[in-house]
Every structure is written in C-alpha cells, then in structure tokens.
C-alpha cells in the first residue's frame, strides 16, 4: 500500500525558513508526480508545487515562486519542500500527495495518494 509522510512542520517567525519532508513507501512504480499542498482554516486545499519523479520538472504556484524550491531524492523516496522568507499567509497544514498519472504543470487537488499533514505556523 502506497504511503506518504510529512514531518518538518513547526512555527516560525516571518522571514524564517523551514524545510519539509515527505517520504514515500509502497509505490509499485517509479514513475509519478508528487507535489506539496496546502490547507488553510476555511480555504480550500492548493497546489504548492509539484515535481516529476522521472525527470525533475517543476511547478511552483505563483504565490510562492522564488521562495520556494521542491527537490527529489530518489535514492532516499523523499521529497522536500526549502521554504524561504516566510509570510503569514503560508501559514496551513501542507500536505504531500502523488498521483501516477498526474501532470506536473497542473499538479492537481486531485491526486490518488496523500500524507496526513504537517502544520506550518508563521506567526508576524
């Protein structure tokens, strides 16, 4: 069975960073899209940034271009989110989630596989 698990939450200070993790066990194939999302209280859950296993292409939501940066360690299954210059407003519960036959430019709310969640504070 296809597992995800977030770990590197935490409150931080505007302007801090924080980098999250997410391992992934039990997939039957290599080859898929795996991405960030989050969660607000009272928003719907979005697309952070997402990334190709196979070949390491990248989306990144406009709202957090130049701040953040996704990268893969297929050697270790573990995704990672570097979250630089933090504002309030990235406060939410970020979820991992990955899906065979996403695409990664659309990097949708729809993926089959999901972690449980990791919730980032930034407090002003």
């Known amino acids: 069975e296809a597992q995800l698990v977030e770990s590197g939450g935490g409150l931080v200070q505007a302007g801090g960073s924080l980098r999250l993790s997410c391992e992934a066990s039990?997939?039957?194939?290599?080859?898929?899209?795996i991405g960030w999302f989050r969660q607000a209280p009272g928003q719907e859950r979005e697309g952070v940034s997402c990334i190709s296993r196979s070949d390491g292409e990248t989306y990144y939501a406009d709202s957090v271009k130049g701040r953040f940066t996704i990268s893969s360690d297929n050697a270790k299954n573990t995704v990672y989110l570097q979250m630089n210059s933090l504002k309030p407003e990235d406060t939410a519960v970020y979820y991992c989630?990955?899906?065979?036959?996403?695409?990664?430019?659309?990097?949708?709310?729809?993926?089959?596989?999901w972690g449980k969640g990791t919730l980032v504070t930034v407090s002003s």
């Open positions: 989630a990955a899906d065979g036959f996403a695409t990664v430019q659309a990097c949708p709310v729809g993926m089959d596989n």
């Open positions: 039990g997939f039957t194939y290599d080859d898929y899209v």
